[in-house]
């Protein structure tokens, strides 16, 4: 029998972390064709709403029923609107492990929503779902990601050399790809342990757009 992540809701001080939605499907669009987005994620440019509705309606269930991971709304507590994205994959039920990664909307940035988003998914994980590691892949420039990383108190665990594939702009407005490293993270649950310290000291720390 296949393990399954459950249909959840997660609520923080700011957010609602939730399962994707149709009505989503403007919004996440118009997330997905960000610059940073493009930039550092593999998500296909530009990104319509008809991809969003796929991914929201087919993709994300699809996962969750296979039992390879989930896929999480991150909205704001109180005005509903969509903010960013969690993302499980690559989720390994035997040793109770999964991958992290997360998109922040250009919306919502420079307001810690990734660190908060990140941090909760982590308790719900270690607490409810009993997991033992969870793994994050930042790019090697992805300066920004790789603070979320540190935030939540992630261990920097060494470099997949010449990994990751990021995109640039070219002359002509189009992209092109390049190759560079991964930086790889992992998150224990005895590392969780003076998180909240560490983002309460950084309340105007800048979270941007990544896919880890």
Not at 11 to 23: A, G, K, W
Not at 37 to 50: I, K, L, S, Y
């Amino acid at each position: 029998m296949t393990s399954t992540f459950p249909n959840i809701s997660i609520s923080t001080e700011r957010l609602v972390l939730r399962p994707l939605d149709e009505d989503d499907v403007p919004a996440l669009a118009e997330m997905m064709n960000d610059e940073q987005v493009a930039a550092w994620t593999e998500v296909p440019q530009p990104f319509t709403e008809a991809g969003a509705r796929h991914w929201i309606t087919q993709h994300a269930p699809a996962e969750r029923a296979a039992g390879r991971g989930l896929d999480l709304a991150v909205t704001e507590f109180l005005t509903q609107r969509l903010v960013g994205i969690v993302r499980l994959t690559r989720t390994d039920w035997r040793i109770r492990g999964t991958e992290l990664s997360y998109i922040v909307a250009p919306w919502a940035r420079g307001e810690g929503y990734a660190s908060e988003a990140a941090l909760a998914t982590a308790r719900w994980l270690f607490g409810d779902q009993r997991f033992e590691r969870i793994e994050l892949r930042t790019a090697a420039d992805n300066t920004a990601s790789q603070q979320v990383a540190q935030k939540i108190g992630c261990i920097s665990e060494g470099v997949l050399r010449n990994a990751c594939i990021v995109h640039v702009r070219t002359e002509d407005g189009g992209w092109a790809d390049l190759r560079t490293d991964f930086i790889v993270w992992s998150l224990l649950p005895e590392d969780l342990e003076g998180a909240d310290e560490q983002l309460a000291d950084t309340s105007g720390f800048t979270s941007y757009a990544d896919w880890n």
